[in-house]
């Protein structure tokens, strides 16, 4: 798969290279739609740990925004919602989905 991949290039990395670089890489390495999801995911659950929201909510949002108009984006946001609420990730959640004023 190509995490495997991805993730050792990204762990020998150390997070030395820019985020924008590891999130670049990360498309690129991405063979279909639905494993670029899972990549940037991943990637994000990695930033996460090392306490980079702002640098997740920057992922998930360029991600969304460049694939807005694909017949994947409902299930990317589905995917995004689903991550958010296995990690926690409420701040990002609420960033990315804000509700709407009643």
Not at 9 to 22: A, G, L, V
Request: hydrophobic fraction near 35%.
């Amino acid at each position: 798969m190509a995490w495997d991949i991805f993730g050792d290039y990204y762990m020998q990395s150390q997070i030395y290279d820019s985020s924008e670089i590891c999130y670049q890489k990360g498309l690129g390495y991405a063979r279909n739609e639905y494993m670029k999801i899972d990549l940037i995911l991943k990637l994000s659950s990695l930033y996460l740990k090392n306490r980079n929201t702002g640098e997740v909510v920057a992922f998930l949002n360029d991600f969304l925004e460049k694939h807005g108009n694909e017949s994947f984006y409902e299930h990317y946001k589905r995917k995004i919602r689903d991550w958010c609420e296995v990690n926690r990730a409420h701040d990002i959640l609420d960033i990315l989905f804000p509700m709407p004023d009643l």
